[in-house]
């Protein structure tokens, strides 16, 4: 009795699992544009945002996590009082399905707003309080304390607008739909999709357990910044610290007899290899081993075949 009490009464078991989804996928998706943005937009290089070593960006999880709650409250409480908002083929279950209305810019105007002050919030804790820059807008005009400027809370809004009208009710309802297959909501005759949840709880406990490291060098890196009184770039730090570790791992190279050095170097090689990055380039038929020279003046691959010919008539 006790346990079919708790299993009807789903409504915090349902909206928990739902949040834990969209904060997953909206980490995993933030890092994606991140890593896109950076590379072809801003620094036009491959960087590891953010401060996790992960494939994910708190940041924007709890981005998500509060756009989809505005607008499930908005729905639900305009609902209650006869204000029809965007609910296509009724997907919220209010009962009444609804097109687009103007009454949508009030969501949506204050979605935007919220993603620009948790925006200002995070930076403020970082600068203010680690003396870490993860983000930078100080080229931008307009801009406050380089942490958030006009132009990307105008791409907030366009974001807000987006996740409302093209996301957000059809994620909304496929998302309750398999929470609520999985803590079996329909039918109580089977038993619970455990499997799932226990995925999702390896998930999280990779994150967790991520971001608890990280957090331990971003606290070190605090402390330099408190030291030498400044505020550090987070991503120009590590470049350092990679640039560094290189040129330091290159004067021990040089210091080594020649035929330890060529033994590390084969070493290092076949480690290489068996990295996933070198094994996704392998498998989209990249040849990681290609240089340079590889390629003709119209940028087409060469042979291996012809490299070796043209060196032996050199």
């Not at 499930?72 to 209305?101: K, M, Q």
């Not at 021990?252 to 060529?262: A, G, S, T, V």
């Amino acid at each position: 009795m006790v346990l079919d009490e708790v299993l009807h009464d789903y409504t915090v078991y349902k909206y928990v699992l739902l949040y834990m989804y969209l904060f997953l996928a909206g980490s995993i998706s933030g890092y994606i544009i991140e890593v896109l943005y950076r590379r072809f937009v801003s620094v036009k290089r491959w960087v590891n945002p953010g401060f996790n070593k992960g494939p994910w960006i708190p940041l924007y999880g709890c981005g998500v996590v509060v756009m989809s709650a505005i607008t499930t409250s908005f729905v639900s409480l305009f609902h209650s009082n006869g204000i029809a908002l965007y609910n296509p083929y009724d997907l919220y279950g209010t009962g009444v399905g609804s097109g687009p209305t103007p009454y949508d810019l009030i969501p949506i105007l204050i979605m935007g707003v919220g993603m620009t002050l948790l925006e200002l919030v995070a930076g403020l804790i970082f600068v203010k309080g680690f003396k870490v820059r993860l983000w930078d807008y100080s080229n931008d005009k307009h801009n406050f304390m380089g942490i958030i400027c006009p132009l990307f809370s105008v791409i907030w809004i366009l974001v807000a607008i987006l996740f409302y009208y093209c996301l957000s009710p059809f994620i909304t309802h496929k998302a309750q739909q398999d929470v609520a297959s999985i803590l079996m909501l329909n039918d109580y005759g089977g038993f619970p999709k455990v499997h799932i949840i226990l995925i999702l709880g390896i998930v999280y406990g990779f994150l967790i357990y991520d971001f608890v490291q990280s957090m331990g060098l971003f606290g070190r890196v605090s402390k330099i910044a408190k030291k030498i009184g400044g505020i550090i770039h987070y991503d120009e730090f590590n470049d350092d610290r990679a640039r560094f570790n290189h040129e330091a791992l290159s004067q021990i190279d040089q210091m080594l007899p020649d035929k330890l050095r060529e033994a590390l170097e084969k070493l290092r090689a076949r480690d290489q290899k068996k990295t996933i990055s070198y094994r996704i380039r392998r498998f989209l038929y990249i040849d990681p081993d290609k240089k340079d020279n590889n390629f003709d003046e119209q940028g087409r691959p060469i042979s291996d075949e012809k490299i070796e010919k043209d060196d032996k008539k050199q």
